[in-house]
């Protein structure tokens, strides 16, 4: 059971998206989403709200079922004001961070990949990047133990070609 077959996540489901004789004659016709309402434009009647599951508050790139750390990553970069033009750049040396994790995180004494936002503002501020994130994590002890081990795996990439 992968939860979605849930009575309480049916109900809710139906609750958000009741289905309609309508919605079902209108699938083989021309439909159009106009601010988050399905219609059928040749009647103007409304059919529904449109819920998308897949869509995240950041848009294309956070649907609720994936966990993908560079989409994640990507969807901080607005927010934080790096330049269109150096995107690709952090981006590339994001992952190869990530992948440099996955080779060495047996080294650490952390389960997890480091917090993204403390990767992106040192990834930045290491490349000459403008970023306009603040200080990533407020607790002190827990920033220090991710830098040592941010700086550690910086020491591996910069000695390997990016």
Same mark, same amino acid.
Request: glycine share 4%; no cysteine.
């Given at each position: 059971?992968?939860?979605?077959?849930s009575d309480v996540v049916q109900s809710l489901l139906r609750l958000a998206? +009741? +289905? =309609? #004789? !309508?919605v079902v004659e209108a699938r083989t016709s021309d439909v159009v989403c106009v601010e988050g309402v399905l219609l059928n434009p040749q009647t103007g009647v409304v059919l529904r709200c449109d819920l998308s599951l897949d869509a995240g508050p950041y848009g294309y790139c956070a649907p609720i079922y994936t966990y993908d750390r560079t989409n994640r990553f990507s969807c901080l970069l607005t927010p934080a004001g790096v330049p269109v033009s150096s995107r690709h750049l952090v981006i590339r040396?994001? !992952?190869q961070l990530e992948k440099l994790w996955e080779d060495t995180k047996t080294e650490y004494d952390r389960k997890?990949? *480091? =917090?993204? #936002? *403390?990767?992106?503002r040192e990834v930045c501020r290491r490349l000459g990047v403008a970023c306009n994130l603040p200080v990533a994590i407020r607790d002190s002890k827990r920033r220090r133990n991710q830098m040592r081990i941010f700086e550690s795996m910086w020491r591996i990439l910069l000695s390997s070609k990016l």
């Open positions: 059971m992968t939860g979605w077959d998206r +009741p +289905p =309609s #004789k !309508e040396v994001f !992952e997890y990949f *480091l =917090s993204q #936002k *403390l990767v992106l």
